[in-house]
């Protein structure tokens, strides 16, 4: 009478589990490779929504811009100020600043303020503020002339242009 064999031999079993091993590392790699590269892409996606936020929040309220008598405009290095429509904490027309504050890591802080109404106060701060973040590459500037400044204080141009972390944006204000 002939014996079937039906069972496995101690080698047959040691050479599937050590396949299955090389076969789950393997797997365990790329996945956590993908798990790390996804937060990359959400760290970056996080920085290209806080620009386009900076950026979009800067246009509405240049393009509702408005000088009351003797006041309209100031730009220095770290700090821009002007009066709008379109508050972000009050309603009507509000003082609105962006105070710029360059960190030690290259980085610079940008810091929203806005008082509930025109007082004829550009160089002073706001009453309600919020940090818009922070940014690489910063800079805002205004066209003066046919020349691009960061340094002005009068009737705003109509055009300026901001940087944030390696991208240049236009901005196209309302100048009256």
Do not use: H
């Not at 800067?58 to 379109?86: I, V, W």
């Not at 007082?119 to 020349?147: A, C, M, P, Y």
């Amino acid at each position: 009478m002939k014996k079937s064999k039906s069972a496995f031999t101690l080698l047959e079993i040691l050479v599937v589990v050590s396949l299955m091993a090389v076969l789950f590392a393997v797997v365990e790699f790329f996945y956590s490779g993908m798990v790390f590269s996804s937060g990359d892409v959400e760290k970056k996606a996080v920085c290209i929504e806080n620009d386009l936020n900076l950026y979009s929040q800067l246009s509405r309220q240049l393009f509702s811009f408005f000088k009351p008598e003797g006041e309209n405009f100031l730009l220095t290095k770290d700090r821009l100020a002007f009066y709008t429509l379109y508050p972000v904490f009050y309603s009507g027309g509000v003082r609105a600043v962006y105070i710029f504050k360059k960190k030690g890591n290259g980085k610079t802080e940008v810091i929203y303020q806005e008082f509930p109404y025109p007082d004829g106060k550009l160089d002073s701060n706001g009453t309600k503020e919020i940090v818009l973040g922070d940014f690489s590459n910063f800079g805002f500037q205004v066209l003066n002339r046919g020349n691009w400044t960061g340094n002005f204080e009068g009737n705003f141009t109509g055009i300026a242009r901001l940087f944030v972390d390696g991208e240049k944006f236009l901005i196209a204000g309302n100048a009256k």
